[in-house]
């Protein structure tokens, strides 16, 4: 079975977390630019990373700490959790979409194949938005 969520449009954008919270939000019908959003959370920070075969430079703060900031100033609830168990997670996702609601996930770059990462280059705080998924392959979309 493949399920997308109901009237979810993913699009592009500058930076992950920025990119990923303006989807969700435009889908829940408020729309805020990355830009907002970035100033918002106050996400000005500098990091330098080295990957494997490609030093990262960063511009935002600690993972869920952009988040709670931007969730403070607007007033309103994000619930940041990190599952513990995989398969308590996998069904809680699934059951989230099929309820037609899109989710912030952070994914460790190199198991993110359209990024072409050296295998090693780990770095598990890239935001993605998930909007469906496929039985049949086991993917996420």
Known sequence: ???IVK???PSGGKHCITNAL???FHYYGYPLSEEMIFGLASGLSFTYINLANSPMVSGRSKLFEFERKLANRLNITIKCKQPKNYNI???QTKKM???NCPILVYADMPFLKYLGLDENSHFGGHAVILF???DET????
């Open 89 to 91: 997670a996998f069904d």
């Open 22 to 24: 303006k989807q969700v």
């Open 7 to 9: 009237d979810f449009t």
């Open 132 to 134: 469906g998924y496929d």
């Open 138 to 141: 086991g993917i996420f979309m």
């Open 97 to 99: 979409l099929n309820r």
């Open 1 to 3: 079975m493949i399920h």
